[in-house]
């Protein structure tokens, strides 16, 4: 399944931020803006990286937003990027 994570850490958690990203490239993440990544994950794995991310989180401040979005809402997303002109 994928999964979009999007995160907001404070001002003055820069060392959290970085451990949150590079979690997120453990599980295979794909970086796709500042705070959003793109994860594909098994259920089970999918749990895991959940587990790991409020661990995280806990030891400063911030939000992380994780989205399930469906297959059709991917099969509706129109992409607009300067490689194309």
Do not use: H, Q, W
């Amino acid at each position: 399944m994928k999964i979009i994570v999007v995160f907001d850490i404070p001002v003055g958690y820069d060392r959290l931020r970085d451990r949150l990203r590079n979690r997120l490239k453990d599980y295979g993440g794909v970086f796709r803006e500042y705070s959003v990544y793109e994860v594909e994950l098994d259920e089970k794995t999918a749990e895991r990286m959940i587990n790991d991310i409020r661990r995280i989180i806990a030891e400063g401040a911030g939000r992380v937003d994780i989205i399930f979005p469906c297959r059709r809402c991917y099969e509706n997303i129109i992409i607009i990027d300067t490689i194309e002109f």
